[in-house]
């Protein structure tokens, strides 16, 4: 098949879903170009791509709505005409979702990826909501082949707003070639003894990650006890922010600031992952501390219920509305109950098991050969 791979921002979980399906695909016969933009791509993605045996296009697209997605849309169109015709056009993420399913796209089949629809997020606006609910209900019924949800929590959002109604899929995100590493070294190089609770937190620096929540949680946390410590892997908006929370504490002497690290280096060596997040789609985070076996306190976000089939067995799911006492609470809790933690350890490990490897690949390819099959037969 001859598939287009679209997005808009090269980085985070849609980017690294996007590497995955342009690393795996090709190996099974199909011929694979990306559409991407470089203006908000993360430096790993576009070396990472530019490593890839698959056509790249390069074409500007900013995140936020404005005149100059008419432009994108007549660039994008130039080069579906140019390097088709396709099969498949796959897009992802919301921008991209838009401009790829507005412009023609001869008799492909046009796939879309939300990676977590933006009005998932329980602070945005009911006008926000309801605007982006109307224009994702629009494009799913008229311009949709088949979305597909990567938890349970984004399939249950667009079948209850009717996206693309009778044409969702739930594919979860997996990771396909899940890394270890070697728990003791990366514990030495990071200064941390044995004894103690290493809690991690990875993700971009912004608003719907949230970092300032785990900043919170952790100092009350690390106030209650001398053996919690943290380690934050990422970049964003909100670094400034995050580092004057951390200065300001005080305990800057127990956090790790590993800035734009690879976080697959690190994971391993974690006790526990925090997801602060206020809205997801399935993070690619908690698929990679699944793999590592290490457990998840998460906030009761799409996607948590995916990899945390029970709370309390892979991790705890935390909700309520003292939310940041009650992620440091969770914390405390495993810190005084090693056994527990233990428990979940092999719990989040066999669960990753389960989830990650080739599955999604497997699962998306079937999909791509079952919605052609069903237009040609139209």
């Not at 500007?60 to 579906?80: E, F, I, Y």
């Not at 984004?154 to 890394?179: M, S």
């Amino acid at each position: 098949m001859r598939i287009c791979l679209v997005l808009e921002t090269g980085g985070g979980g849609a980017g690294r879903h996007v590497l995955d399906l342009a690393r795996e695909l090709p190996l099974r016969g199909h011929a694979v170009a990306v559409i991407y933009s470089a203006m908000r791509a993360e430096a790993r993605f576009l070396l990472e791509l530019l490593s890839l045996p698959v056509t790249r296009v390069e074409v500007p697209m900013t995140r936020n709505p404005g005149p100059q997605d008419v432009m994108a849309a007549c660039r994008l169109a130039k080069a579906l005409r140019q390097h088709g015709p396709f099969d498949i056009v796959h897009s992802h993420s919301s921008k991209a979702g838009a401009l790829a399913r507005l412009v023609p796209t001869g008799t492909a089949c046009r796939i879309y990826t939300p990676h977590a629809f933006r009005a998932l997020d329980p602070e945005a606006s009911r006008l926000s909501k309801a605007v982006l609910t109307a224009i994702e209900r629009m494009l799913g019924q008229a311009r949709t082949d088949a979305l597909i949800a990567v938890s349970q929590g984004e399939l249950a959002f667009a079948r209850a707003q009717r996206i693309a109604p009778g044409r969702c899929h739930l594919i979860r995100n997996g990771v396909i070639h899940p890394r270890s590493v070697d728990r003791a070294a990366v514990r030495r190089e990071l200064r941390f003894a044995e004894d103690q609770l290493v809690v991690g937190f990875v993700g971009r620096l912004s608003y719907q990650k949230a970092p300032e929540r785990f900043v919170e949680a952790m100092v009350q946390a690390m106030h209650a006890r001398d053996d919690v410590h943290a380690v934050m892997i990422g970049q964003g908006a909100y670094e400034s922010m995050v580092a004057n929370a951390i200065e300001r504490s005080g305990l800057a002497g127990r956090f790790r600031l590993l800035g734009g690290a690879d976080a697959q280096n690190y994971i391993g060596a974690f006790d526990v992952l925090m997801m602060s997040s206020r809205y997801e789609g399935l993070s690619y985070v908690m698929l990679e501390s699944l793999a590592a076996g290490v457990p998840i306190i998460s906030t009761d976000v799409a996607g948590a219920h995916d990899v945390i089939v029970e709370s309390g067995r892979e991790g705890l799911i935390v909700g309520g509305a003292d939310l940041i006492n009650n992620l440091a609470g969770a914390v405390l809790g495993l810190a005084e109950d090693r056994e527990r933690l233990g428990q979940m350890k092999e719990a989040a490990r066999a669960r990753g098991a389960v989830l990650n490897g080739q599955r999604m690949i497997d699962e998306t390819e079937a999909l791509y050969r079952r919605v052609a099959a069903e237009k040609r037969c139209g």
